[in-house]
C-alpha cells in the first residue's frame, strides 16, 4: 500500500509538475512571441526631445557664452494659448532651425503622436494575445483525454497558461480601454472562466 501511495504521489507531482510548466512556458510565448512580431512603437521616431528641449538662443546669451554672435531674423514665438493647448494633447513645442542655427518655425511635436502609436499598438497586441489564449483554452477543453492521461495534463497546462495570457494581456490594456468596455471585457472573462469550471470540474464530479 505504502508502495502504491508512493507512485501516487509522484504521479501527482509529475502532473502538477507538467501542468505548471506548460502554463507558463505558454503565457511567455505569447507575449514574446508578439513582442519579436509586432514591437512597441520606438520613441525616438515621434520625439526629439534634445530639438524639444532647444530654444531659440537670444544674442545676449551668445555673447555671454563667448560664441560668434549670429544675426537672426525675428520669428513669431508660441503663444501662451498655443503652448497650453500643445501640452493639452500631452505634446510639447519643438522649434526647427536653419543651418546657422536660427529658429525658424515651431509645431506641436512627439507626445500625442507617440501616444495614439502606442495605444494603437497595445490595441492590436491585446487582441492577438486574446485569440492566442482562447486557441489555448480550446485545446485545453477539446482534447482528446480519453485514450492518454497526458492528454489531460497537457490540456490542463494549456488551459491555464491561455488564462494566464488573457489576464495579463487585459492587466496591460485595462488602462485604454473605454470606460463603458471595462466592464463588458471582464464580464466576458468571467463569463469564461466559469464555463471552464463547469465543463472541467463539472464532468468530474459526475464522473
Not at 29 to 56: G, I, K, M, W
Request: with cysteine.
Amino acid at each position: 500500500l505504502s508502495f502504491l501511495r508512493k507512485e501516487a504521489n509522484m504521479a501527482d507531482i509529475r502532473k502538477i509538475a507538467i501542468i505548471f510548466v506548460i502554463a507558463v512556458l505558454f503565457a511567455i510565448f505569447v507575449f514574446t512571441s508578439l513582442a519579436a512580431v509586432y514591437p512597441e512603437p520606438d520613441r525616438t521616431e515621434y520625439c526629439d526631445d534634445f530639438a524639444a528641449r532647444a530654444e531659440p538662443i537670444a544674442i545676449k546669451e551668445q555673447v555671454a557664452a563667448g560664441c560668434p554672435v549670429v544675426e537672426c531674423p525675428d520669428v513669431k514665438k508660441p503663444s501662451v494659448e498655443e503652448q497650453r493647448q500643445c501640452q493639452d494633447f500631452g505634446g510639447y513645442v519643438q522649434w526647427d532651425y536653419d543651418k546657422k542655427g536660427c529658429p525658424e518655425t515651431y509645431k506641436c511635436n512627439c507626445h500625442s503622436d507617440y501616444t495614439a502609436a502606442l495605444e494603437q499598438h497595445n490595441l492590436i497586441s491585446f487582441v492577438l494575445s486574446s485569440i492566442l489564449a482562447l486557441i489555448a483554452i480550446a485545446v485545453g477543453l477539446f482534447l482528446p483525454k480519453q485514450s492518454n492521461t497526458l492528454h489531460e495534463w497537457m490540456g490542463t497546462g494549456f488551459m491555464i497558461g491561455g488564462l494566464f495570457a488573457r489576464f495579463f494581456s487585459t492587466v496591460r490594456y485595462f488602462g485604454d480601454l473605454h470606460r463603458y468596455l471595462r466592464p463588458a471585457v471582464i464580464l466576458a472573462e468571467l463569463l469564461v472562466v466559469i464555463y471552464i469550471s463547469y465543463r472541467k470540474l463539472g464532468k468530474k464530479k459526475l464522473e
